[in-house]
């Protein structure tokens, strides 16, 4: 009876060992999908495609997407056209260097975006690459100013999450966020690429909410807030956010004032078309910006609040 028991045991033992083990080996899949990026078939916009590597290795890895990248499914283009070469890589301290042929100057600016946004936001899924530099036979890639193109990450490229991604469209923001007093705002410029299916000015507002990368800055937004709605109107940007809009910050928590115009400097400081912002807020029964600021009104671009920050030298 007493092995009996034994090998029982030993067996719900092997049971649930395969058990768990085949949970983990889905869940470790899972977590080794990668998203590879695609055109459709006119070259105007990307498309998204998952795939779960083999490689073992960085090199490896590096190889099997690439020969991903250049080998779409059915129904599906390369983004990487035949002419332009694909000459290697190199792993820099600060990027992962992509290396292409002088052909990849011939590309059209739909081409020329595509290509670059499909290849930044597959690599940099690779463990260990933080941005991905675009060279040209060994030089860094220019754009049509003749300026040098910074490594990027995917936060680099916007997409709309309502229809897929079409080609890409490059901006310069200028965005404000809080001081640590809450009293004054300093200005934060990125750099990006935004999906022409976006608006610009929901572009600013989504990377508000996203909140500052450089150090010194604070949020002014707290919690799960949403754009609602937003569009254009003689001039006006009507914006409508989520209740969570009237949340405070929990650290350094600015003014209402100070946060409200963060909004509207951003988007007027950015936006060339834009003369004013207007806002509405959900389950907002008093009609104002966390307890304070009356919304009934338009708000124009207000430089009182901006402060000048000085270079911080490091001494």
């Not at 030993?10 to 649930?16: G, K």
């Not at 060992?17 to 070259?43: D, F």
């Not at 007093?181 to 909410?209: D, P, W």
Request: proline share 4%; with cysteine; aromatic share 8%.
């Amino acid at each position: 009876m007493n092995k009996k028991r034994t090998l029982g045991l030993c067996l719900l033992l092997l049971a649930v060992i395969a058990l768990s083990g085949g949970c983990g080996g889905r869940k470790q899949k899972e977590e080794n999908s990668y998203t590879v990026y695609y055109v459709n078939a006119t070259g105007t916009r990307l498309l998204e495609q998952s795939y779960s590597p083999n490689a073992q290795t960085f090199e490896e890895m590096m190889d099997e997407l690439w020969e991903q990248l250049v080998t779409p499914p059915v129904g599906y283009l390369s983004v990487v056209p035949k002419d332009v070469v694909f000459n290697g890589y190199e792993r820099g301290i600060d990027a992962l260097r992509i290396d292409f042929s002088n052909e990849y100057y011939g590309l059209s600016n739909t081409q020329e975006v595509l290509l670059r946004a499909a290849v930044v936001k597959t690599f940099s899924q690779v463990p260990g690459v933080t941005k991905v530099m675009i060279t040209v036979e060994k030089e860094q890639l220019k754009d049509l100013e003749g300026e040098p193109v910074p490594a990027m990450d995917a936060n680099s490229f916007i997409d709309t999450k309502e229809g897929g991604i079409n080609s890409y469209q490059y901006a310069t923001l200028e965005l404000y966020f809080s001081n640590e007093e809450g009293t004054g705002l300093a200005k934060e410029m990125r750099n990006l690429h935004y999906s022409s299916n976006m608006v610009l000015e929901r572009v600013v507002v989504e990377q508000l909410i996203k909140g500052p990368e450089e150090k010194g800055l604070y949020p002014i937004f707290a919690g799960d807030v949403r754009i609602q709605n937003l569009y254009i109107q003689n001039g006006t940007c009507m914006i409508t956010f989520n209740a969570a809009a009237n949340q405070q910050p929990a650290e350094h928590s600015p003014d209402p004032e100070t946060a409200l115009y963060a909004i509207v400097d951003s988007i007027c400081a950015t936006c060339d078309d834009i003369t004013g912002v207007r806002f509405e807020i959900e389950e907002n029964e008093d009609g104002k910006f966390r307890g304070e600021v009356d919304l009934g009104q338009v708000f124009v671009m207000n430089r009182d609040f901006i402060e000048t920050r000085e270079m911080q030298t490091g001494e």
